[in-house]
């Protein structure tokens, strides 16, 4: 099957080159943050994870939102996402792919990754997390080949595949679970210390994967015989809309508990992020934007009128995932570090060759997603027609 | 035929390649003997030893910029602490380490300034440094356990199994930590380097280690060393008759944050009367 990854006309090898060429720029800049240290980017002292940790935290979210797809299908027999099933799969392949390369770029010693196993610590969350991440991973690549081998055989997928299926589901709510108490089990860090916070994970994961989810299926209709089904998009959009809402009443309640109790702790990082604190209003352009692309999106998911017309869906889902992008990508790791434990603000922004480290990866990420999803056209362009029940 | 230790290595290696490894080996010297014990298994008899090592600091003891100065410049170099300067000579806050530094009392104690307290002690610098807590949320989240508590209660790290990850910086609560951002022996000057203690790679972390170095030799931490008579104290807080142990159960001492549970061992006298 996997041949099919190789054979493609003009446009898809121009895609894949230009991917290429993005993370040939990538690793040259990673070339020399080897070289010299993280030193590179614009972490300090006062903000020692930046944008690398923010882009693996939010694509843990899109990984774990296959399931989003995999309960409908799997547990309420929901047919419409038969077709559709198999590209959440292969997106949270690529998305966790993603996630290991963005913890192995922001490493002061990648040379040493073999210590996280060689001295295995139960009591780091960070331990959890690479052991979940990497497990998941597996289960994706597994479930999702086993399927779609089974799919251009014409013949159901062996039984005890529905085992690991069943199980992707539990495993994905466990890794967005875990990357959240990475956070939410600091006791110096007011912003993060939050109850809610595994939930607004969650939340927000589960909106911006299918989100993205979205775009992708409307560009796979477009660009191949291959039609995950409108219904199916149809649903997924509903689904991103009750996630966002789940997502914004979330951070609702951390507003709250944070102005009403008159902590200043707790407030000192939201008022950093959407008004400045200290005279540095350096995130607040960013976290208003984030703001209002959410609003735009809800207002047009919420009406079915709006919703049901593709253009618009596919505009609601990109402001979404952009917002989220900000918000979860960017604005949620560096207000947990502003101010700092002094409580004096020290601000942080990327530098040149972190952004295009960063560029690198998401486009090793969409270089390992466009092979998976032209393998997943391929099979299906064959078997048009055909319904398999998995 | 005489050969160097580079001729040699690369003999050995070829021969070893070939299957000739342990020939070579056992006929050119003794690399181990049964019964050699390894020097460092035994305790120095000149080593200071606690139950659990503790510091207390009394500002009001300190009464220049330059006392304050002396006491974080023994510690910097005596630990080849690189210094990271601009061009105009200020601190370069880009790639700053630190193991101890003065910050003013609001940002020591945050939340326990207020408007009409006396202008003497807003103004007071106050040292900060690693707490060594009895509960370290550093050690905690460490994935490696390359930073990890002694029974002596220090917090130590190992610089050879750090990972980089930083996510001690985000655990620990009194940002006593330090990454190195790129190689900090450019930043260390030769002339007053320390040969005694190693220098450090890019890409680990780093912190106060309550001088254990020069604990084993029998001598008290650089800082405390390098203080004003009756500013600094380090001993054993669970032996009754150490002076720590005794200002710090007769006199009103606070410590930084110690709503969070993680129990710091630097212990700070405000007021500032006569000790001991």
């Not at chain 1, 070289?35 to 903000?47: E, K, S």
């Not at chain 1, 200043?264 to 209003?281: D, Q, R």
Request: glycine share 8%.
């Amino acid at each position: 099957m996997l041949e099919k990854a190789f054979e493609g006309g003009k446009k898809y090898w121009a895609w894949l080159f230009f991917l290429g060429a993005l993370s040939a720029v990538g690793v040259y800049y990673y070339i020399q943050q080897f070289q010299f240290g993280l030193g590179l980017t614009g972490m300090n002292r006062d903000v020692s994870w930046g944008l690398y940790i923010g882009q693996f935290t939010f694509l843990v979210g899109v990984a774990a939102s296959a399931v989003m797809l995999v309960i409908p299908y799997y547990l309420h027999d929901f047919k419409k996402f038969g077709k559709i099933v198999i590209l959440g799969e292969f997106l949270a392949i690529s998305a966790v792919t993603m996630c290991i390369l963005f913890i192995f770029v922001d490493m002061g010693q990648p040379m040493r990754i073999m210590n996280v196993i060689l001295h295995p610590t139960p009591n780091s969350v960070m331990f959890w997390d690479s052991v979940v991440l990497s497990g998941y991973l597996a289960i994706n690549a597994l479930v999702g080949w086993v399927t779609l081998s089974a799919d251009r055989k014409g013949v159901p997928p062996p039984k005890w595949i529905k085992f690991f299926i069943y199980l992707s589901i539990p495993w994905a709510v466990s890794i967005h679970t875990v990357t959240a108490f990475l956070y939410s089990g600091l006791p110096a860090r007011h912003f993060w210390l939050s109850a809610v916070m595994a939930a607004r994970f969650l939340a927000s994961a589960f909106a911006a994967g299918p989100a993205l989810l979205i775009i992708l299926a409307l560009i796979v209709r477009k660009i191949s015989k291959f039609d995950p089904g409108k219904e199916a998009i149809q649903a997924i959009g509903k689904i991103v809309a009750y996630a966002m809402f789940a997502n914004v009443f979330l951070l609702g309640l951390e507003f709250f508990t944070a102005f009403y109790s008159g902590i200043p702790g707790h407030a000192a990082s939201f008022l950093y992020l959407y008004v400045g604190l200290e005279g540095h209003t350096e995130l607040v352009p960013l976290m208003w934007t984030s703001t209002i692309l959410a609003i735009v999106a809800l207002l047009l998911l919420v009406f079915p009128a709006a919703r049901k017309k593709e253009g618009l869906l596919a505009f609601a889902c990109l402001s979404l995932f952009i917002s989220l992008w900000i918000d979860k990508g960017f604005g949620l790791i560096i207000g947990g570090f502003v101010p700092n434990p002094f409580e004096e603000v020290h601000p942080y922004w990327p530098t040149m060759p972190e952004a295009l480290i960063t560029l690198g990866v998401w486009a090793i990420g969409f270089l390992v997603l466009s092979m998976l999803y032209k393998i997943a056209i391929s099979v299906r362009e064959r078997t048009a027609g055909i319904e398999i029940e998995h | 035929m005489s050969m160097d230790r580079r001729q040699f290595l690369k003999i050995a290696g070829i021969s070893s390649i070939l299957g000739f490894g342990a020939s070579v080996a056992s006929a050119t010297h003794t690399i181990w003997e049964p019964g050699l014990k390894p020097p460092q298994v035994e305790p120095n008899p000149d080593g200071l030893i606690a139950k659990r090592w503790a510091m207390v600091v009394d500002m009001s003891k300190f009464k220049t910029d330059e006392d304050i100065k002396k006491v974080t410049t023994a510690c910097h170099q005596t630990h080849n602490v690189p210094d990271f300067r601009n061009p105009d000579g200020t601190v370069d806050k880009k790639f700053e380490i630190k193991w101890i530094w003065e910050e003013p009392f609001g940002r020591t104690f945050p939340g326990s300034e207020n408007k009409f307290m006396s202008e003497h002690i807003k103004d007071m610098p106050f040292i900060v440094l690693c707490n060594h807590c009895d509960n370290p949320p550093c050690v905690r989240v460490c994935p490696t356990q390359a930073t990890f508590k002694l029974p002596n209660g220090i917090t130590m790290q190992d610089m050879h199994r750090c990972i980089g990850c930083r996510f001690c910086m985000a655990a620990c609560p009194y940002g006593a930590r330090s990454f190195n951002w790129t190689d900090p022996r450019k930043a260390i000057n030769p002339a007053t380097e320390n040969k005694a203690y190693p220098t450090r790679t890019k890409g680990v972390v780093e912190k106060c280690t309550f001088c254990t170095e020069r604990l084993q030799f029998g001598k008290i931490p650089a800082c405390v060393e390098a203080a004003p008579k009756g500013a600094m104290f380090f001993g054993d807080i669970e032996d009754p008759n150490s002076e720590v142990r005794k200002i710090v159960t007769s006199q009103l001492t606070i410590r930084r944050k110690p709503e969070l549970g993680t129990g710091p061992a630097v212990y700070y006298v405000i007021g500032g009367s006569d000790h001991a």
